[in-house]
């Protein structure tokens, strides 16, 4: 499963995750055998639109996802040495928010509106690094400062109502940097805050990755930001990675027709608007029977009778890109693999 | 505007203002209002898409509910096809509703989960009386046709349908009277970007077809870009800037809408990398107080003195486009 060139350790590494639900109307086959790596300082998007299982592998990793109905069937999650599938409750609450930062969508429901800022920023500084209130203080304002918030100081004793939606994701990500994590998982950290507010987020993601050098996972339905902060990018369709390379790569020769056609679909604000856009016929595939074809097959143009009867896997098909599909684009023809 | 291109315009805004009060106290005394949509002058021409686009709470929905009278203006005058309807009274302005219809954001929430999509497309049709019976049944098919959905799903309730489709309900139902102008808010927010596209191309067929105006109320740049003929951009109740869609997109005039464009991340990392983003500082200022002079001179890279003293007039800097700034020439 090595990729390419890198030779140090990874941050983490996932193999062959797998995580369903249990609910009324059957299994729900959400995540189906995913394998990953980051190594260190890299910033990993992941893309796929919603229903897609984003959300569910990075919950997975930590097992946040309430059990049951949610059961992980299978996989590694190899953090630090310790496969923290396996890990008891006590040990996993060392790593949540200690070694691995989580930063969630809503910055109003990830914080609690009854404690102040500075509670909660320097809650895990107790917790995790048992910091006395004066050390702690002094790191959640140096926190606060880090992520672009004025006057820092004074700002402890707000509540999370006294704070824009802009000025409450950078809290939340102060939260999330609290312990120095050497992994940062990002779950659409943007998607709730306008443009010009995300492009500040952006910004400080920027500055914060080249300062403290930790691997971010940064979870996304939206390309542009993807192309703007990410170096690798793992595309996401019906709980499986169905494209995985660099970010150049993908934009510039994407190979797996999901991937193509999520491209096509996109307006584009430096194209002009005279052509039709292209859209992808037919719906979101229902994640209740268990995948035995390839889950994009129905809606793919290049399908053909192998693709309706066996799931491709991913496959490194050059350099450090690899695509789960039985059809190469570039030369129009059958994947030749028996 | 001159005489002879009035005709082409269907609807006028002339200095729009909603002003929403806040009470506070026991006697719930009026302390203030939030001045959701403050002096808007624009206007629509038959057949065109208006893009309006801003953040979140800058006034574009009040905008598109007000110039459908779904609230009462404060201030200023709505023309429709040369008519002021800000002041009908309610029996006169429901002759005026069926010309025009909205459509809205959130599919899940406009329909009705206790109707049938038959008697959720038909509503309007019994409301106004305009057809019933077998007429009415075969206008129904007929306008769910029109939107790419099976006629056969007529009893089907909203819930057994994807997101994508909610919509398309939501649009027939706005045809179902022939409507000369829809409001679109937001009407793709709520959708993955495969569906998005689907949608908007239904729209720009159904525009064809018909002949329809649209206000298309969006936060989204890049697919305005694609839907709308010229664009309005606000900023805290006011519009900063109004031009053709290639104008505004190429070279903007007002600083808001530069700082507004560069933020809009692009689909490609070679022009990501390169690109210059201006920041804007700190956040939108509560419309219930909005700041002194120009509204955007408290984030505005490039303000002067004059600025934070003297609101901008909406001027005309010709060749059809107009904007909200003192500096906006050089």
Redesign the interface.
């Given at each position: 499963m090595n990729l390419g060139t890198q030779t140090s350790d990874p941050v983490i590494e996932v193999t062959d995750l797998k995580t369903v639900f249990h609910t009324q109307d059957g299994t729900v086959y959400a995540v189906n055998g995913l394998s990953f790596q980051l190594q260190p300082g890299e910033l990993l998007g992941v893309v796929g639109?919603?229903g897609c299982g984003k959300s569910v592998t990075m919950m997975s990793l930590l097992k946040l996802l309430p059990m049951p109905p949610a059961e992980i069937v299978s996989g590694k999650v190899l953090f630090q040495g310790n496969d923290l599938l396996h890990t008891d409750e006590e040990a996993l609450r060392k790593v949540r928010g200690g070694q691995i930062g989580f930063i969630f969508q809503d910055p109003m429901t990830s914080l609690n509106p009854v404690f102040t800022i500075g509670f909660q920023i320097m809650e895990p500084l107790r917790e995790h690094l048992g910091l006395d209130n004066n050390a702690a203080r002094a790191r959640a304002i140096e926190l606060l400062e880090l992520v672009g918030i004025p006057s820092a100081g004074d700002r402890l004793r707000d509540f999370p109502h006294q704070f824009?939606?802009?000025?409450r994701q950078r809290v939340v990500i102060a939260i999330a940097l609290a312990c120095d994590p050497k992994l940062l998982i990002a779950d659409e950290p943007t998607t709730a805050l306008?443009?010009?507010?995300?492009?500040?987020i952006?910004?400080i993601v920027r500055e914060l990755r080249q300062k403290l050098g930790m691997a971010i996972i940064w979870i996304t339905?939206?390309?542009?930001?993807?192309?703007?902060i990410a170096d690798r990018v793992a595309v996401m369709y019906g709980g499986f990675i169905v494209e995985y390379a660099q970010?150049?790569t993908l934009?510039e020769a994407p190979k797996h027709p999901y991937t193509i056609?999520?491209?096509e679909?996109?307006?584009?604000?430096?194209?002009?608007?005279e052509h039709?856009?292209?859209?992808?016929?037919g719906?979101?595939p229902n994640l209740v029977n268990k995948p035995q074809s390839c889950p994009f097959a129905p809606r793919c143009k290049y399908a053909f009778d192998r693709c309706l009867g066996e799931n491709p896997m991913l496959e490194l098909r050059s350099n450090d890109h690899k695509v789960a599909c039985w059809w190469d684009v570039e030369k129009n023809e059958a994947i030749d693999n028996g | 505007m001159a005489e002879a291109e009035n005709k082409n315009i269907l609807v006028e805004v002339e200095d729009l203002r909603m002003h929403f009060p806040i009470y506070k106290g026991i006697l719930r005394r009026q302390v203030g209002a939030v001045k959701a949509v403050d002096g808007l002058t624009f206007d629509i021409r038959r057949g065109e898409t208006l893009g309006l686009v801003g953040?979140?709470g800058c006034g574009k929905s009040t905008t598109g509910r007000a110039i459908l009278r779904l609230y009462n203006p404060t201030a200023g005058k709505i023309k429709f096809e040369g008519s002021n309807i800000a002041d009908l009274n309610r029996s006169d302005l429901r002759k005026m509703r069926p010309r025009m219809q909205m459509i809205f954001q959130d599919p899940q929430a406009s329909l009705n989960p206790r109707m049938t999509v038959g008697s959720i497309v038909s509503e309007p049709l019994d409301e106004h009386g305009v057809v019933s019976g077998k007429q009415k049944k075969a206008r129904v098919s007929e306008l769910l046709d029109a939107v790419g959905l099976d006629p056969s799903f007529i009893n089907r309730y909203p819930h057994e349908f994807?997101g994508?489709q909610r919509q398309r309900i939501g649009i027939a139902r706005a045809l179902a009277l022939d409507p000369e102008f829809i409001v679109c808010d937001e009407p793709i927010a709520a959708l993955?970007?495969?569906?998005?596209?689907?949608v908007?191309?239904l729209l720009?067929d159904l525009q064809g077809k018909l002949g329809l105006t649209y206000l298309f109320i969006s936060?989204d740049?890049?697919?305005v870009?694609?839907?709308?003929d010229r664009v309005a951009v606000m900023y805290l109740g006011k519009v900063m800037e109004l031009a053709s869609?290639?104008q505004l997109?190429k070279n903007p005039k007002h600083p808001y809408t530069k700082?507004?464009?560069?933020?809009?991340?692009?689909?490609?990392?070679?022009?990501?990398a390169k690109r210059e983003?201006i920041?804007?500082k700190g956040?939108?200022p509560n419309p219930a107080n909005p700041p002194s002079g120009c509204v955007f001179s408290t984030r505005c890279p490039v303000a002067e003195k004059k600025c934070f003293d003297l609101s901008p007039q909406w001027r005309d800097l010709g060749g059809d486009r107009y904007v909200a700034c003192h500096l906006a020439d050089r």
């Open positions: 639109e919603s824009s939606g802009g000025m306008d443009v010009t507010v995300q492009a500040q952006l910004e339905h939206d390309l542009g930001v993807v192309a703007g970010v150049s934009f056609a999520l491209l679909t996109l307006p584009g604000i430096n194209k002009d608007g039709r856009l292209m859209s992808i016929s719906q979101a | 953040e979140s994807s994508g993955d970007v495969s569906i998005q596209a689907q908007v191309n720009e936060h740049l890049s697919m870009r694609h839907i709308a869609v290639d997109f700082a507004l464009l560069s933020a809009v991340p692009v689909p490609d990392p070679k022009i990501e983003r920041i804007l956040d939108v």
